[in-house]
């Protein structure tokens, strides 16, 4: 597709379950972002991918958070035994290059994650 | 600290009326600011990019504004329609970081008849 794209659109999931979240970035779009947007926040930074490495991972509020990207692309955010604060919006984006005027970001519609 | 404040927090305006959001950042060194609008349920979408030596740009009836000595920023809404009704975001970005934005928390913005 021409987007961002994320799955699954929506999770519930129970207390202590672990869960998976999928991102596709636009196709040659180095950069990779994951951000987490709570109700009536601003988005919050979780780690930052340049091709298959993440030289930034400083935004992971704990060690039950990881994320993944294999081949320079798809990108899995990974969080074990969920908290119920871990209910948000989990929003994936792509850019060109992390720098400078192509550092537009684009976003995928999100996961919300609902935790029971 | 890197922070990015956005006023007011909501705004409710009449469809065909004008308004300004307001950005004000602290964030150094500057590289860019961009504001975002958020529909309910997607991700945001870019609506414009400023770097310092820009003080004013326009996208259809959007219209940004950046001063880079008080660190501040604008967006104007000309002729609002029901469609402007989101969230839009301030977001700026430091030269020196590869990664981190700092995002402002939005102003929500509903356009009504």
């Not at chain 1, 030289?55 to 074990?80: C, H, N, W, Y």
């Not at chain 1, 969920?82 to 850019?95: F, G, H, K, N």
């Not at chain 2, 308004?19 to 500057?30: A, H, K």
């Not at chain 2, 604008?74 to 934005?101: E, G, N, R, W």
Request: proline share 4%; glycine share 8%; with cysteine.
């Amino acid at each position: 597709g021409a987007g961002v794209s994320q799955s699954p659109s929506n999770k519930v999931t129970e207390k202590g379950k672990d869960v998976e979240l999928r991102c596709d970035p636009i196709s040659g779009h180095t950069a990779l972002y994951w951000y987490r947007q709570s109700l009536g926040q601003g988005l919050e930074f979780l780690i930052y991918f340049q091709g298959n490495s993440a030289p930034d991972k400083s935004g992971l509020p704990s060690d039950r958070f990881s994320a993944e990207r294999t081949g320079g692309s798809v990108s899995t955010l990974t969080i074990q035994r969920t908290q119920q604060e871990d209910s948000a919006v989990y929003l994936c984006a792509s850019s060109l290059n992390p720098r400078g005027l192509d550092n537009e970001q684009f976003f995928g519609p999100g996961t919300r994650l609902t935790v029971l | 600290k890197n922070q990015v404040e956005q006023s007011p927090q909501s705004l409710i305006i009449l469809e065909g009326k004008n308004c300004t959001l307001q950005c004000n950042y602290t964030v150094s060194p500057f590289s860019n600011l961009r504001w975002y609008k958020q529909d309910t349920g997607r991700g945001p979408v870019s609506l414009t990019i400023m770097t310092f030596s820009e003080n004013t740009k326009s996208n259809g009836r959007y219209t940004a504004t950046l001063d880079a000595d008080t660190k501040q920023s604008s967006l104007h809404i000309t002729a609002s329609q029901l469609s402007d009704s989101a969230s839009y975001i301030c977001v700026v970005s430091a030269s020196h970081s590869a990664s981190k934005l700092t995002f402002g928390t939005g102003t929500r913005l509903q356009v009504t008849l």
